[in-house]
Every structure is written in C-alpha cells, then in structure tokens.
C-alpha cells in the first residue's frame, strides 16, 4: 500500500465553533500560596477577580494569584486543501 505525503498545505487556524466548545475564553485565578481555584467562568473575568479579593480577605498573606485565560482553537482546511472534502 502506497500512502501521500502532503508537504504543504493551506491550513485555517480560529476559535473552535463547534458544539460543545465555550463560546468565549474561560477564566480563572489561582492562589499561588495554596494553590486554590477560583473555577473557570465562561466570558466573564469579575467572578473570578471576586474571587481573589475575597480569598486575601479570609486568608491573610495570601497576595498573588496565577490568572488564565483559556480559549479553544480548531484547525481547518482551507478552500484547495485536499483535506477539505474530507469530514473529521
Ligand atoms: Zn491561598
């Protein structure tokens, strides 16, 4: 059996729309002293900047925090990628 090798071609990277995936990015705090979580909110930063301020304000000496945005990318084929006739 003979296989192909596609050396180059034209590839579309952007947000994932499929169904299932959060429309917009997911954020979420974490205390870098113990390592507790805010739970990640979908479009919305405030609860978990809330979050933050409020666990400084129960556990004294508990000041910086890790903040991630996460957002979810699909790659597709572009217009004349061979794989575009292709489903997944
Ligand atoms: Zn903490």
């Known amino acids: ?34 390592h507790a979580k805010s739970g990640a909110t979908e479009g919305r930063r405030l609860p978990a900047e809330t979050w933050a301020i409020k666990h400084t304000g129960e556990r004294p000496g508990h000041w910086s925090f890790r903040s991630t945005a996460t957002s979810f990318w699909r790659v597709t084929p572009a217009p004349g990628n061979p794989y575009a006739e292709v489903t997944p």
């Open 1 to 34: 059996m003979r296989g192909t090798i596609i050396k180059a071609a034209d590839w579309h990277l952007g947000l994932d729309t499929e169904e299932g995936a959060p429309e917009k990015p997911l954020h979420e705090v974490e205390c870098t002293t113990c």
